[in-house]
């Protein structure tokens, strides 16, 4: 992981980091005015992207998988169970991420759907969990996670 500052016009800001986000996996952007206040710096952490070969495909992942019914019905009696403000464990934030990306995964390739938005949260969510800082695609992550937990299983 490495940082990168960058000092552009503020109208190509969108662009700058568009094209940065196409090269590296990249986190959020910080922006701040420069001192003069004509340009824009752009302060952010990337990494390279990770070879394709590193993580499962969808199909590979949820293999061995219950049905998406059933684990909807696991995931409402287990949220039912808990009691109010009692911390939920890492099992329960995986099967939910994988649960949220495989109803995704229904309605891709439209990307833009508030199921894929929905899924990416919940897989950042387990992302930041696991490995606060850790710069690589959350839906990714979740199925290496998912297919690690059904191969232990």
Same mark, same amino acid.
């Given at each position: 992981?490495?940082?990168?500052?960058?000092?552009?016009?503020?109208?190509?800001?969108?662009?700058?980091?568009?094209?940065?986000?196409?090269?590296?996996?990249?986190?959020?952007?910080?922006?701040?005015?420069?001192?003069?206040?004509?340009?824009?710096? @752009?302060?952010?952490? *990337?990494?390279? &992207?990770?070879?394709?070969?590193?993580?499962?495909?969808?199909?590979? $992942?949820? +293999?061995? !998988?219950?049905?998406?019914?059933?684990?909807?019905?696991?995931?409402?009696?287990?949220?039912?169970?808990?009691?109010?403000?009692?911390?939920?464990?890492?099992?329960?934030?995986?099967?939910?991420?994988?649960? @949220?990306?495989?109803? *995704?995964?229904? &309605?891709?390739?439209?990307?833009?759907?508030?199921?894929?938005?929905? $899924?990416? +949260?919940? !897989?950042?969510?387990?992302?930041?969990?696991?490995?606060?800082?850790?710069?690589?695609?959350?839906?990714?992550?979740?199925?290496?996670?998912?297919?690690?937990?059904?191969?232990?299983?």
């Amino acid at each position: 992981m490495f940082e990168i500052r960058i000092i552009c016009d503020p109208a190509d800001t969108d662009r700058v980091t568009t094209a940065l986000a196409s090269t590296f996996t990249t986190g959020s952007v910080r922006r701040h005015p420069t001192r003069d206040g004509d340009r824009t710096r @752009l302060y952010l952490t *990337a990494d390279h &992207h990770p070879a394709p070969a590193n993580w499962p495909t969808p199909e590979q $992942a949820y +293999a061995d !998988a219950p049905s998406i019914n059933s684990e909807i019905g696991w995931t409402a009696r287990f949220l039912a169970s808990a009691e109010c403000f009692t911390k939920l464990g890492r099992e329960f934030y995986l099967r939910k991420a994988a649960l @949220l990306d495989r109803i *995704a995964l229904l &309605h891709e390739p439209d990307t833009l759907n508030s199921d894929a938005q929905t $899924a990416e +949260a919940a !897989a950042l969510h387990l992302l930041d969990l696991d490995q606060p800082g850790i710069i690589c695609d959350p839906r990714h992550y979740v199925r290496q996670q998912y297919a690690r937990r059904t191969a232990d299983q």
